[in-house]
């Protein structure tokens, strides 16, 4: 049975006690008998992977850790930046790359995107790619055409087998945040309806249907349930409502009732 990928990216939140409240918080609140196919994971900042990592693996919790960012080159003079061999270092085995906010506030591209998801694989790390569209897209009609552009680069020069590995998050732009408007569970599910189809062209359709197609943009306890049920929607990548380990928690526990 495919995988339903239930996940939350912390951003520039929380610190190391902090983060380790979390991880004993989520091991308290765990939903008892959470179905083998629902998969969980929370993306810390780099200065708390390690020790999510490390608890995790420790307390034998089906949790997977990522990181929210990483540089395409083994090592180098890139003053700042952690490369897949330091990411694979911490335990982390997931990759975020490309959300909007490094794409506004970095300067990240395609191009660069690309790369990276080439040097997660490389390394045996799980892409998770971000892509969205932006409120003016949206309003111009051309969301699906804003976000398979950026799937597609992203998996320029990705084969069949690795791209089962890649793990891609429709983020819309206009729905995340603390202002945002979530999409509908019909609007959600046209975006991810399109992606497939690309994906479908790209790779086939065997292929393209193991392929985890995640939503994220103000998603909650409420509509959650609402959106898992979307037959082209494979997860969620949820942001406030789950950075509090019983809210994470809640919405694990409802997803748990309906697989």
Partial sequence: MKKIFIGTSWKMNKTLAEALLFCEQLKTFYPESLNNHIQPFVIP??????EVASYMATNKMNCLTGVQNMHYEDSGAFTGEISPIMVKDTGATIVE???SERREYFGE??????KKVKAALKHGLTPLVCIGDSRDEKSWGVSAEAVI????IAL???DKQQATQVIIAYEPIW?????????????????????RSALIELYGETIANQMILLYGGSVNLENSTLL????????????????????????LSAIN???
């Fill in 257 to 259: 009732q309906q697989s």
């Fill in 156 to 158: 320029s020069g990705i």
């Fill in 175 to 195: 729905a995340i945040g603390e202002h945002g408007t979530p999409a509908t569970p019909t609007e959600a599910e046209l975006i991810h309806l399109k992606l």
């Fill in 149 to 152: 552009k950026q799937m597609k």
């Fill in 228 to 251: 898992i049920t979307k037959p082209n929607i494979d997860g969620l990548f949820i942001g406030r409502s789950a950075w509090q380990a019983k809210g994470f928690c809640n919405i």
């Fill in 109 to 114: 591209n395609d191009l660069a995107i690309n």
């Fill in 97 to 99: 790359i490309g959300h």
């Fill in 45 to 50: 900042p780099f200065t708390c992977v390690r």
